[in-house]
């Protein structure tokens, strides 16, 4: 009988240690523990994500910066020929859809920042896809900008900055740029102004939320503006 006794207890220790040892498997490990084992997550979108998912978040981004840089393989085609003999109106249209185009990537990035939940997938999205779009963007609007006030095409220059503004609104060179633009408009108001004339606008107000269709500031239609073709 007391061997019996043993032999049985024997056997409900081995049977406890096994279901012990049984106990740390998968089937009802805690959810924080199958955390620290699963592979660290390293941001690498088309590894980590699956297919489906990849598809809605990565390949609209990945669609516009394609087309930006067929659009800009055009203008870089055009820059190759001698200056005389280069088509300027087709080559503000490229850099200005280029631009649109990697501003386009930019949101979309930002939208699929939402769309995933690893930090290191959002962290991806906004470094690899979101910040540099949005810097190409901003950086070819402002080239563009330059390029107008320097050929005197005030209006088309307050639109590019405004541009700039309606993505980054504490752009300090786009802020700079339409302070400069409007000095000079005021100046031209002032030094063409007849007598008794009221003169230009009020000067607390900023110059990037100025009206520059105003005929008191320069007596030009500035309105023309309009997102993408100006």
Known sequence: MRNVLQFSLV???LVIGTGG???EGVPWKTDEAAKQDAPAATGDLKAELP????????KPIEAKIEAAEKIMEAYEKEMEKPAEKRNERLLLGCKTRAAEAYLGAAMAATKGIGMVKEDSHKAALKQQYEEPNRKKAIDMFLELAVAAYDKGDLR???AYYKRVLSVDKENADAKEGLVKIARQVKEAAESGKKTGSKGGGSDDQRPWD????RPDLGGKDWSGMRRGGW
């Open 51 to 58: 297919p489906a998912q990849y598809n809605r978040v990565v």
């Open 11 to 13: 056997g409900l220790f």
């Open 156 to 158: 088309t220059a307050v």
């Open 210 to 213: 100025r009206d520059y269709s």
């Open 21 to 23: 040892a049984y106990a």
